[in-house]
């Protein structure tokens, strides 16, 4: 390969985990942008790279999307991986998305463990390589079992097991992996509390190798009174050559919110012990390369010295040496040495954990130490094997705990709390008693005020989900102090393969509105460095106001709030974002026209959190996100302008994630609920077609094609395709077109219905959830003549003067205003239309309220003001770095030539 014609660099740092140094008292405010760091990540044209820049220290597989150019790539074509060397790569292929002709739009591959990928890999047509150790799916009427070809795991078809055995070679190492929990009455301490336990209802075998094997396990939580709740999936991954099994865990709440408050949920599994106690071994690591490490018997610090290699050994958690090596006085006096059966690691909150540890159940609890951000990663065994595990994101979705118990007995127990029973229970009550807002009118009266849109009965967690990533490797000696680390940021960091920036370009995916980082100009440089600093700034609001927990992490706020110095958590729809107004487009486009990791990493987290967290899984709003709020799932909006597939389809293309793609299926259909919940029920006064639904073509339309589009690639099943274009059709042969506002909708034949033209409405939200970018697509993707005039008559005329508009539409139209969000519909129009004089009013629109003029920079705030030292940019809110940044990027890409 030729470095010279392939290497483009992205200019922009790997910080993983992103943050920004939190400023001072000493600190000088903040001026200006913070710009790229000195560190600098290659991108490769037409190779694969690592996306934080180095290769992992320790490869556990991985999996990773690849997209096409339309015709390149056929059914049946097989792939291969090569490496800058060009050796192969043992590769597994499978098909995610299609063009409309029947080519391959989208690729997953799977590479197993230490792979030697290097800084760049290729993917070539050619037969691909087998693994020396393939992974292998076994299956009987009890049970799956999947080989690794290091490591064996016994999945049961019933019970409460989720792993029956884990096997190193022919030798059993643990078992019994399983669900716990515990639940209460009320959220009182004094409460009766209640244990429950997983149990499988299927079992279902979704890849058999020869890289990457999947296991999917369904099942729900049964309670000691034998009430069934949390129904939850399970994904066991195993990788060529590996010994770890990689879980992921996702639940749904079906809870009363007012009976049924969790007190904890955990993985707990056991370890058959071999070893002498003295050679018994217990590992959790901390903070960065922070690790405890001691034995369940130590035999250093004591009054008499047993020897130098004795202690050497299991410091390093070696097999010491026989008894007979030690010094006898000693060796002749263990007994007398406590035996430490139990360590809990608890960490409540973002900043903060301790280590506790007893000899036994019935005696006090000894303090062994604290730290600030525990890992999540520990090891249960011995010289002769144990397990080593970890959980991904542990501090970030605290309250968390890790358990280890009996550790002196021949069989000893860990639980990895993924929420701690030694935190308060989970309340997820809704948050105030309505504040006598009983009818619609008092209702929106009340939105006036806190911005929150509030219905009895409508802030219900009942259907949110979340999702856990857990790492279980069998080991056939205690992991050595480095070894531990290395697995570590393989916990912290998942190892991620991405294509680079002008790959994606070319392919042409995602409609293909963005342009590589250009600096080439004094105006150019002033945008890009806006882009560049915002996605920097949000990543270091993330760690500095402690935008973490388990229900939030992943998520970012709405508006900020002056006088405070602090982001409006507590004021109605002004508190968590949601994903209102599309801040996952702008972080995901953001990545990739520029490969940077923070963008990817923010874009990630957002996407794992909203797919679960505020869209309902489950109950009478199944289908429905729900609107900005103190409470994730407060607000009365349900609305599918939030579970929209517009913003999770780039995660499922990029990294192939099954949770993600189970989503993208849940909302395919999601128009449904459009006959449960009117989305206008407070303002509208009348239904135009009485037993239809409504269907507004912005939110509603933008949603629901994108929502058909996903279904459509990812399946090839034409009657998406057509519901498209009957949809298409319908909006583009309306007089109005888009300014027609709205359609009836039957949801039995999903099918929109014409009201009567009362001429030419608009909103300002009709375009900023997706609609810009989904039309886009469809008109890349579909030749609908109709539809495309009704668009960019749209485009033309939204932002335009009150002549054109009262010369078109026989009216001035108002509302129109998010002008710099719709600058780029403008620009969508002069690029298709060639319209020179159209390109540079949509450059006037996008520098409407001189945004870039203004002290766009942060300053510091510290104590007594706050209540930590911040940087602070009073004058951005989401909405603003949302819509400006898609408007940005996109004006770039399509009228650049006019700035």
Same mark, same amino acid.
Request: glycine share 8%; with cysteine; charged share 20%.
């Given at each position: 390969?030729?470095?010279?014609?392939?290497?483009?660099?992205?200019?922009?740092?790997?910080?993983?985990?992103?943050?920004?140094?939190?400023?001072?008292?000493?600190?000088?405010?903040?001026?200006?942008?913070?710009?790229?760091?000195?560190?600098?990540?290659?991108?490769?044209?037409?190779?694969?790279?690592?996306?934080?820049?180095?290769?992992?220290?320790?490869?556990?597989?991985?999996?990773?999307?690849?997209?096409?150019?339309?015709?390149?790539?056929?059914? #049946?074509?097989?792939?291969?991986?090569?490496?800058?060397?060009?050796?192969?790569?043992? &590769?597994?292929?499978?098909?995610?998305?299609?063009?409309?002709?029947?080519?391959?739009?989208?690729?997953?591959?799977?590479?197993?463990?230490?792979?030697?990928?290097?800084?760049?890999?290729?993917?070539?047509?050619?037969?691909?390589?087998?693994?020396?150790?393939?992974?292998?799916?076994?299956?009987?009427?009890?049970?799956?079992?999947?080989?690794?070809?290091?490591?064996?795991?016994?999945?049961?078809?019933?019970?409460?097991?989720?792993?029956?055995?884990?096997?190193?070679?022919?030798?059993?190492?643990?078992?019994?992996?399983?669900?716990?929990?515990?639940?209460?009455?009320?959220?009182?301490?004094?409460?009766?509390?209640?244990?429950?336990?997983?149990?499988?209802?299927?079992?279902?075998?979704?890849?058999?190798?020869?890289?990457?094997?999947?296991?999917?396990?369904?099942?729900?939580?049964?309670?000691?009174?034998?009430?069934?709740?949390?129904?939850?999936?399970?994904?066991?991954?195993?990788?060529?050559?590996?010994?770890?099994?990689?879980?992921?865990?996702?639940?749904?709440?079906?809870?009363?919110?007012?009976?049924?408050?969790?007190?904890?949920?955990?993985?707990?599994?056991?370890?058959?012990?071999?070893?002498?106690?003295?050679?018994?071994?217990?590992?959790?690591?901390?903070?960065?390369?922070?690790?405890?490490?001691?034995?369940?018997?130590?035999?250093?610090?004591?009054?008499?010295?047993?020897?130098?290699?004795?202690?050497?050994?299991?410091?390093?958690?070696?097999?010491?040496?026989?008894?007979?090596?030690?010094?006898?006085?000693?060796?002749?006096?263990?007994?007398?040495?406590?035996?430490?059966?139990?360590?809990?690691?608890?960490?409540?909150?973002?900043?903060?954990?301790?280590?506790?540890?007893?000899?036994?159940?019935?005696?006090?609890?000894?303090?062994?130490?604290?730290?600030?951000?525990?890992?999540?990663?520990?090891?249960?065994?011995?010289?002769?094997?144990?397990?080593?595990?970890?959980?991904?994101?542990?501090?970030?979705?605290?309250?968390?705990?890790?358990?280890?118990?009996?550790?002196?007995?021949?069989?000893?127990?860990?639980?990895?709390?993924?929420?701690?029973?030694?935190?308060?229970?989970?309340?997820?009550?809704?948050?105030?008693?309505?504040?006598?807002?009983?009818?619609?009118?008092?209702?929106?009266?009340?939105?006036?005020?806190?911005?929150?849109?509030?219905?009895?009965?409508?802030?219900?967690?009942?259907?949110?989900?979340?999702?856990?990533?857990?790492?279980?490797?069998?080991?056939?000696?205690?992991?050595?102090?480095?070894?531990?680390?290395?697995?570590?940021?393989?916990?912290?960091?998942?190892?991620?393969?991405?294509?680079?920036?002008?790959?994606?370009?070319?392919?042409?995916?995602?409609?293909?509105?963005?342009?590589?980082?250009?600096?080439?100009?004094?105006?150019?440089?002033?945008?890009?460095?806006?882009?560049?600093?915002?996605?920097?700034?949000?990543?270091?609001?993330?760690?500095?106001?402690?935008?973490?927990?388990?229900?939030?992490?992943?998520?970012?706020?709405?508006?900020?709030?002056?006088?405070?110095?602090?982001?409006?958590?507590?004021?109605?729809?002004?508190?968590?974002?949601?994903?209102?107004?599309?801040?996952?487009?702008?972080?995901?486009?953001?990545?990739?026209?520029? #490969?940077?990791?923070?963008?990817?990493?923010?874009?990630?987290?957002?996407?794992?959190?909203?797919?679960?967290?505020?869209?309902?899984?489950?109950?009478?709003?199944?289908?429905?996100?729900?609107?900005?709020?103190?409470?994730?799932?407060?607000?009365?909006?349900?609305?599918?302008?939030?579970?929209?597939?517009?913003?999770?389809?780039?995660?499922?293309?990029?990294?192939?994630?099954?949770?993600?793609?189970?989503?993208?299926?849940?909302?395919?259909?999601?128009?449904?609920?459009?006959?449960?919940?009117?989305?206008?029920?407070?303002?509208?006064?009348?239904?135009?077609?009485?037993?239809?639904?409504?269907?507004?073509?912005?939110?509603?339309?933008?949603?629901?094609?994108?929502?058909?589009?996903?279904?459509?690639?990812?399946?090839?099943?034409?009657?998406?395709?057509?519901?498209?274009?009957?949809?298409?059709?319908?909006?583009?042969?309306?007089?109005?077109?888009?300014?027609?506002?709205?359609?009836?909708?039957?949801?039995?034949?999903?099918?929109?219905?014409?009201?009567?033209?009362?001429?030419?409405?608009?909103?300002? &939200?009709?375009?900023?959830?997706?609609?810009?970018?989904?039309?886009?697509?469809?008109?890349?993707?579909?030749?609908?003549?109709?539809?495309?005039?009704?668009? &960019?008559?749209?485009?033309?005329?939204?932002?335009?003067?009150?002549?054109?508009?009262?010369?078109?539409?026989?009216?001035?139209?108002?509302?129109?205003? &998010?002008?710099?969000?719709?600058?780029?519909?403008?620009?969508?129009?002069?690029?298709?239309?060639?319209?020179?004089?159209?390109?540079?009013?949509?450059?006037?629109?996008?520098?409407?309220?001189?945004?870039?003029?203004?002290?766009?920079?942060?300053?510091?705030?510290?104590?007594?003001?706050?209540?930590?030292?911040?940087?602070?940019?009073?004058?951005?809110?989401?909405?603003?770095?949302?819509?400006?940044?898609?408007?940005?990027?996109?004006?770039?890409?399509?009228?650049?030539?006019?700035?």
């Amino acid at each position: 390969m030729d470095r010279r014609e392939f290497i483009i660099r992205s200019g922009v740092a790997a910080s993983v985990p992103f943050s920004l140094t939190a400023c001072s008292a000493s600190t000088k405010p903040a001026s200006g942008m913070p710009l790229q760091s000195s560190k600098k990540i290659e991108r490769i044209k037409g190779a694969l790279n690592w996306l934080d820049g180095d290769e992992p220290g320790e490869l556990k597989g991985t999996t990773f999307g690849y997209p096409w150019k339309q015709g390149t790539l056929r059914k #049946g074509e097989p792939l291969s991986l090569v490496n800058e060397k060009g050796e192969q790569i043992p &590769l597994q292929t499978w098909v995610t998305a299609f063009w409309p002709d029947g080519s391959i739009k989208w690729t997953a591959h799977a590479i197993p463990t230490s792979a030697e990928v290097g800084r760049a890999a290729k993917i070539i047509k050619s037969a691909p390589k087998i693994p020396k150790t393939p992974v292998k799916v076994s299956e009987n009427a009890n049970a799956v079992t999947l080989s690794t070809g290091i490591a064996q795991f016994e999945i049961p078809k019933q019970g409460t097991h989720i792993v029956s055995k884990l096997m190193r070679g022919n030798k059993l190492v643990g078992q019994n992996a399983h669900l716990v929990g515990l639940v209460k009455s009320s959220p009182d301490f004094d409460a009766v509390t209640t244990q429950f336990s997983s149990k499988i209802q299927s079992v279902t075998v979704e890849q058999t190798g020869p890289v990457r094997a999947v296991i999917k396990v369904e099942g729900v939580h049964a309670r000691e009174n034998s009430k069934q709740w949390l129904p939850f999936t399970i994904r066991l991954y195993g990788y060529a050559g590996s010994d770890a099994l990689h879980i992921t865990h996702s639940f749904v709440f079906d809870g009363d919110v007012n009976n049924d408050f969790i007190q904890g949920l955990g993985l707990r599994f056991s370890v058959l012990q071999n070893d002498a106690l003295y050679d018994r071994h217990l590992r959790l690591v901390g903070e960065e390369e922070g690790l405890w490490a001691e034995a369940v018997k130590g035999i250093t610090g004591l009054r008499r010295d047993p020897g130098q290699a004795v202690k050497d050994a299991q410091i390093a958690g070696r097999k010491t040496p026989p008894l007979s090596e030690w010094d006898e006085r000693v060796s002749s006096r263990l007994q007398y040495i406590p035996v430490w059966n139990d360590v809990t690691l608890t960490q409540i909150g973002a900043n903060g954990f301790e280590i506790k540890k007893r000899t036994k159940a019935g005696h006090g609890w000894i303090g062994v130490d604290q730290g600030k951000r525990s890992s999540g990663v520990g090891y249960l065994g011995g010289c002769s094997g144990g397990i080593a595990f970890g959980m991904r994101d542990f501090w970030q979705l605290h309250p968390v705990q890790i358990d280890i118990r009996d550790a002196g007995e021949a069989i000893s127990h860990a639980t990895i709390w993924f929420y701690s029973p030694e935190a308060p229970a989970m309340d997820v009550r809704f948050y105030h008693d309505g504040m006598g807002q009983e009818t619609y009118e008092e209702q929106l009266d009340a939105l006036n005020i806190i911005y929150e849109d509030y219905e009895p009965g409508f802030g219900d967690a009942y259907g949110i989900a979340r999702t856990t990533e857990f790492t279980l490797s069998v080991k056939q000696s205690t992991p050595s102090r480095d070894e531990m680390i290395n697995m570590t940021e393989q916990v912290r960091h998942p190892a991620r393969l991405v294509a680079a920036p002008s790959d994606y370009l070319e392919a042409k995916v995602f409609g293909g509105v963005w342009s590589l980082p250009d600096r080439s100009t004094p105006a150019r440089k002033q945008i890009e460095d806006r882009l560049a600093w915002q996605v920097q700034y949000y990543a270091g609001q993330v760690d500095q106001r402690h935008w973490y927990g388990f229900w939030n992490y992943g998520d970012i706020m709405h508006t900020y709030d002056v006088d405070r110095h602090v982001w409006r958590y507590d004021i109605g729809g002004y508190a968590w974002d949601n994903s209102e107004l599309s801040p996952d487009l702008w972080l995901w486009y953001s990545f990739l026209r520029s #490969g940077d990791p923070t963008s990817f990493h923010l874009a990630e987290r957002m996407t794992r959190h909203n797919r679960d967290v505020d869209i309902y899984h489950a109950g009478r709003f199944k289908g429905l996100g729900t609107r900005h709020n103190v409470q994730h799932w407060g607000c009365s909006a349900k609305q599918m302008r939030i579970s929209t597939a517009a913003y999770r389809r780039f995660h499922y293309y990029i990294t192939g994630d099954d949770r993600t793609g189970d989503v993208l299926n849940e909302v395919a259909n999601a128009d449904a609920a459009l006959a449960v919940v009117n989305p206008t029920r407070k303002v509208d006064k009348t239904n135009p077609i009485p037993g239809l639904a409504k269907m507004g073509v912005g939110t509603d339309w933008g949603s629901t094609a994108a929502n058909w589009l996903t279904a459509w690639e990812r399946s090839g099943d034409e009657q998406y395709k057509k519901k498209l274009v009957n949809a298409m059709r319908v909006i583009g042969s309306h007089p109005q077109g888009f300014f027609a506002g709205a359609f009836g909708y039957n949801t039995q034949t999903q099918q929109l219905v014409p009201y009567e033209d009362t001429g030419p409405s608009l909103s300002h &939200l009709s375009s900023v959830f997706g609609l810009i970018e989904i039309s886009t697509e469809l008109l890349q993707l579909l030749d609908v003549p109709e539809y495309k005039q009704a668009w &960019l008559k749209y485009g033309r005329l939204y932002s335009a003067p009150t002549s054109e508009q009262v010369a078109v539409l026989g009216k001035r139209m108002k509302g129109n205003n &998010l002008t710099v969000a719709h600058s780029r519909l403008t620009a969508f129009v002069a690029a298709q239309e060639n319209d020179a004089s159209l390109a540079k009013r949509a450059w006037r629109e996008f520098m409407n309220s001189n945004p870039l003029r203004k002290n766009t920079g942060t300053d510091c705030v510290t104590g007594p003001q706050t209540l930590n030292a911040v940087e602070e940019a009073a004058w951005l809110s989401t909405n603003d770095a949302s819509q400006w940044g898609l408007a940005a990027i996109q004006n770039l890409a399509l009228i650049k030539h006019a700035l």
